[in-house]
């Protein structure tokens, strides 16, 4: 009676030590009271990261180009910092895809306390289950799909990360050069004004007729403020962008190097979008992942069964040992709910993929239309900025021998900044168009790249 409690114990201790040797522990993570954002560009992230080498050739000392806001908005982008993290949870369900399942074991143990018996019985077995290891392939291979469908989502964040900083390094560039224009024209106006405002008290000019200068010239301290609320807002969305204090300051290059699009390349292009865009890459795998679970669903239509054997000793100490077959009857229940639910999901994701892939064809087709009207008026912008600008010049060299007067003087003046200012908006909308182009064909981006055989094939 002595030797069976230790028995048992060490049986149990044993037992303990052999399941939770490789076992995980909860170790607490608490949560940041605080948001976590640099203070200036060397508390920056600045390693390379494997989509995008060239971030580990980030020369800081220098204005920053668009190519190097957008190289730093995806190190240190807050939500693709969450999505990375975001990464681990695919390659942990691939992981738990690749387990086999567990056999199980059971056993009782029945101490004898009276009757004809002459000792303790016991039984034992061992047991799997069939049915998971016949889908045990196809959810192996749409979790490795999933994987790869994260993968592909990752890069289209970061793809429409560095668009938009583009998008918002080209904004205050040229917000800045609007700004400047306007200032210009102020201090034209004020000038004019203040001319005005001397021959009003020498009694050359009644104050009626200064008013249509007032009135000019509230409305361009307007435009100034508009524009300068405009450019903080801009200053501070690529701020948080990149991941920044909203008060820091970013010394960007005036000089845009947004890459220029050859329409010819991207129709060139457009016919590879579902191999290049991440995001129909994406779908691409989503919809191969499906069409696994839809197989899977179709294996399990197989009985639930689990084979296995079993041993034991009754009380009169005769032994046996045989097999075990545990088995469903697929009589009100042939997996029909789970075939029609992953079935019906397959053919949702068909749609989306065509859908998007539609979608992003005609987008890039407007975007080409856009473009070229938008060049169009460019070369219009500049004659006519070019005409305003020498008729602006010509009147100051008329103003210096008082060939004209001051209000004629500054009209045309007024009049060049004006056409400079438009210039400026249609080269910005320009700008703007080439970087959605660059971003939605991928132009000098990393592409994805789709497992062979994850096409989209009609359900």
Known sequence: MIMRPNFFSKAACAIVVLFCGGCEFYAPLPLEQHPKLAANLSELRLASSPNWPETGKLDLSKPLSADAVALLAVLNNPDLVAARAGRGIAEAQLLQAGLLPNPQITGNYGFLRAGPGTTDSWTAGLSEDVRALVTFSSGRRAAELGQRQTMADLLWQEWQVIGKARLLYVDRVKQDQSLRLLKDARAVLNDRLARDRRAVDQGNLTLAAIAPDLAALTDIDKQVADAEQKARSGARDLNLLIGLEPSAKLDLATEITVPTIDPTEVERLIPDLPMRRPDLVALKLGYGAQDEKYYGAILAQFPALILGGSGGRDTSAVYSIGPTVTMDLPIFNRNQGNIAIEKTTRRKLYIEYRNRLTAGEAEIHGLLADQALLQRQLTDAREHADEAEHAANAAK???????????????????????????????????EQQVALATLTGIDMPVADPLPDAGVSEP
């Open 397 to 431: 060299a008329a103003y210096a021998v008082a060939l004209i007067d001051a209000r004629s003087f500054a009209d045309l003046i007024t009049a060049a900044l004006t056409r400079k200012q438009e210039l400026v908006t249609i080269e910005q909308s320009l700008l």
